[in-house]
């Protein structure tokens, strides 16, 4: 669920944090710049690690802070495929089963991977299983808090950086907001509800 991941950065170190020890200075500008950040087909970064080097740190003219060249570890949320976590439903919705592990969101089980019989129950907003006995077929509905267990099947990056609208676009779709994407998700099928103690 987390890795290790070496990263390579240049960091900059305003004049008034000089006084303090630089790793020290260094480690809490690399947390500012990437803890609860995703990186680009590398996870959900989370903290700081280790820094294995430093290299000369270098003063711009017209520039009074330093830049140093780092390299360190960060500890990364990325878990492997097919790998099986715990989880709390979030909410659901015609698209699937949102669920959190209270750090990180972005995960859903799609409708065709919720256990089968199920549907969407639109007045109560949950999806329901129905579940088949020998008395009858029995409805169990999958609320919101209930902790279960999934496995990941899938992971999708979005690259979510900023880009400048074209020309065209402008013009014609000027009142229209464009829909907000999370830059890092995961796509899981149902496997069990966790058996209550």
Same mark, same amino acid.
């Given at each position: 669920?987390?890795?290790?991941?070496?990263?390579?950065?240049?960091?900059?170190?305003?004049?008034?944090?000089?006084?303090?020890?630089?790793?020290? &200075?260094?480690?809490?500008?690399?947390?500012?710049?990437?803890?609860?950040?995703? !990186?680009?087909?590398?996870?959900?970064?989370?903290?700081?690690? $280790?820094?294995?080097?430093?290299?000369?740190? %270098? !003063?711009?003219?017209?520039?009074?802070? &330093?830049?140093?060249?780092?390299?360190?570890? %960060?500890?990364?949320?990325? +878990?492997?495929? $097919?790998?099986?976590?715990?989880?709390?439903?979030?909410?659901?919705? +015609?698209?699937? #089963?949102?669920?959190?592990?209270?750090?990180?969101?972005?995960?859903?089980? +799609?409708?065709? &991977?919720?256990?089968?019989?199920?549907?969407?129950?639109?007045?109560?907003? #949950?999806?329901?299983?129905?579940?088949?006995?020998?008395?009858?077929?029995?409805?169990? %509905?999958? $609320?919101?808090?209930?902790?279960?267990?999934?496995? !990941?099947?899938?992971?999708?990056? !979005?690259?979510?950086?900023?880009?400048?609208?074209?020309?065209?676009?402008?013009? &014609?779709?000027?009142?229209?907001?464009?829909?907000?994407?999370?830059? %890092?998700?995961?796509?899981?099928?149902?496997?069990?509800?966790?058996?209550?103690?």
């Amino acid at each position: 669920m987390f890795v290790l991941v070496e990263m390579v950065d240049t960091v900059r170190i305003p004049p008034w944090q000089f006084e303090r020890k630089l790793n020290d &200075s260094v480690a809490e500008e690399l947390n500012k710049k990437l803890a609860n950040k995703v !990186v680009y087909n590398v996870g959900l970064c989370i903290c700081l690690f $280790d820094i294995t080097k430093l290299e000369d740190a %270098y !003063v711009f003219p017209g520039d009074g802070a &330093s830049h140093t060249k780092v390299h360190f570890r %960060y500890v990364v949320f990325h +878990p492997f495929l $097919d790998e099986i976590l715990i989880g709390k439903i979030k909410g659901c919705s +015609p698209e699937g #089963v949102h669920v959190s592990l209270g750090f990180f969101d972005d995960i859903l089980i +799609p409708p065709e &991977s919720l256990q089968q019989p199920a549907k969407f129950d639109e007045a109560e907003q #949950v999806w329901v299983w129905e579940y088949e006995t020998e008395e009858g077929a029995h409805d169990l %509905y999958m $609320d919101t808090g209930e902790e279960i267990r999934f496995r !990941v099947v899938d992971e999708s990056f !979005v690259d979510t950086s900023p880009t400048g609208p074209n020309s065209a676009e402008a013009a &014609s779709s000027s009142e229209e907001l464009p829909k907000k994407e999370a830059p %890092y998700t995961l796509v899981a099928p149902w496997i069990e509800r966790r058996p209550r103690t």
